[in-house]
């Protein structure tokens, strides 16, 4: 049977009498000393446990094969018509997406990048099959020439005019043609201008008259557009509220057009003409024309991870464009990839990772701009980019969490002259490496050992000091009370 006694014998920390034990002021002092230390390290251990420990490391992109890549884009181009402007995808896998619009909008601007009104009409241009007549047969010139000194006397006096703004040496335009001048005689001889007086067809030459061209914000050849007496603005700095015609052109479809734009105007002569509200329908062939030359461009496209291009041009399959009109300079506002994240989580990011997280954006607030004239025409707009995943994880009972993906990339970008069609270039190249950011979790069992040992270790060494300290006094006490012997 175990006694106390037998149990005593095992006991560490045996009690001296208090009667036996000497207090000091140097002692207490120490003792002060080492409290304080102890509870300033107590809080340097717990500011350690709370605070989060990250391990960084580089490794081979884990991505599935098939994952795509989102890109978010807000540009602004003040020299390039929304009529025409179109984004288009490619990789080198052989993906070529041209003029995508699911995702992406399109607004106009003017040259100071404000807006000047709701959402480009959405959707692509409608495919034209017919660009003339079967049998070209040339009747003569029907249409009225047009130039800046009679333009704006025609589309006061008439209710509708409709004008080809035309090049000559555009195929499409040459297509067009004759067919274009029989359309004008038909309706030359149903609706007599002297007599009739509610309909004209016109014709603009713009290599001679590139002054008229750009004041109607003409950028592709041939472009129809309908002006219609009484709703035209052109007080607001000289923008036009009228329409443009993107349906068949031979002369069948021309003059079923031209008909339906004079049936709802009394057959008077110059009457003034408004559109008439009540029996408004949707024509897929013709669309509002652009108010200004500019187009603020946003939305999104996905993307494979392969090296690709996002580019940006002024592109139609029945359009001619002339590359020295063709302006692609451009103001990003922003130009990201992957999920945007959000400022909360951004924060959390530079919190963890203080030198991530500035990069994400890294075109965001650039101007790339191009001055038109004869010696930087045809300047295409070049930016490169290589892109770095970094993915942060937690680890929780030996599993891996992903908290949150974040690409950021280097930009170098180059203006290039080019005989073509200037256009915007977007080149990304995915990085095979990522970086991986792994949250390490604290121990609560370190946590404790640590404030354990903080505590026996200031208890001892004060210890010492304080035996030390009085062991010291002790010795020079005697040494003097020798001497005084």
């Known amino acids: 049977m175990i006694t106390s006694s037998k149990l005593k014998s095992v006991d560490f920390y045996r009690k001296i009498p208090r009667d036996l034990t000497e207090a000091s002021l140097s002692g207490a002092g120490l003792s002060i000393v080492a409290a304080l230390a102890m509870v300033f390290l107590f809080g340097m251990e717990l500011s350690n446990y709370l605070a989060v420990n990250t391990a960084t490391s580089v490794i081979v992109d884990r991505s599935a094969d098939g994952e795509f890549l989102r890109i978010d884009f807000n540009l602004s181009f003040p020299a390039l018509s929304c009529e025409f402007a179109s984004v288009d995808v490619s990789d080198v896998l052989g993906t070529n997406r041209l003029n995508i619009t699911k995702t992406v909008r399109k607004y106009s601007i003017d040259r100071n990048l404000v807006p000047t009104g709701s959402e480009f009409h959405p959707g692509p241009i409608p495919t034209v099959n017919k660009h003339g007549d079967d049998v070209e047969e040339y009747h003569g010139d029907g249409s009225v020439a047009l130039s800046s000194r009679n333009f704006d006397s025609y589309s006061h006096q008439y209710p509708v005019l409709v004008v080809n703004f035309y090049a000559p040496w555009c195929y499409w335009s040459n297509r067009l043609k004759p067919s274009w001048e029989k359309t004008a005689n038909i309706i030359r001889e149903r609706y007599d201008p002297e007599m009739d007086g509610r309909i004209i067809i016109g014709k603009v030459d713009c290599t001679e008259e590139v002054d008229l061209c750009r004041r109607n914000h003409i950028q592709g050849y041939p472009s129809i557009r309908i002006f219609r007496k009484g709703s035209d603005v052109k007080e607001n700095q000289g923008h036009h509220d009228h329409e443009s015609y993107y349906g068949e052109r031979d002369t069948e479809s021309l003059v079923a057009a031209m008909e339906t734009y004079v049936a709802n105007i009394p057959k008077e002569v110059h009457v003034l003409a408004l559109e008439d509200k009540s029996n408004k329908t949707v024509d897929p062939a013709k669309r509002p024309a652009p108010l200004t030359s500019g187009c603020r461009i946003e939305g999104f496209v996905r993307v494979k991870k392969v090296p690709g291009s996002v580019v940006i ?144 270790g200031v208890f001892t060494v004060s210890g010492i000091l304080d035996s030390i300290f009085h062991n010291t006094l002790r010795l020079v006490k005697k040494v003097e009370l020798g001497k005084n012997i």
């Open 313 to 456: 041009s002024a592109r139609s399959g029945s359009h001619s464009f002339d590359p020295s009109q063709i302006n692609v300079s451009h103001y990003v506002t922003q130009f990201s990839f992957g999920t945007r994240l959000s400022s909360k989580m951004l924060n959390e990011l530079k919190r963890l990772t203080p030198y991530l997280g500035g990069h994400h954006d890294r075109l965001a607030g650039q101007s790339y701009l191009v001055k038109h004239g004869d010696v930087d025409a045809n300047v295409t707009i070049e930016h490169y980019l290589q892109i770095v995943k970094t993915e942060l994880v937690k680890v929780r009972s030996s599993k891996e969490l992903k908290l949150l993906e974040e690409y950021e990339y280097t930009a170098h970008s180059s203006l290039v002259h080019s005989f073509y069609v200037p256009v915007v270039k977007f080149h990304f190249e995915p990085s095979p490496m990522q970086v991986l950011v792994t949250e390490l979790p604290r121990s609560f069992s370190h946590f404790i050992t640590n404030v354990c040992a903080i505590i026996g």
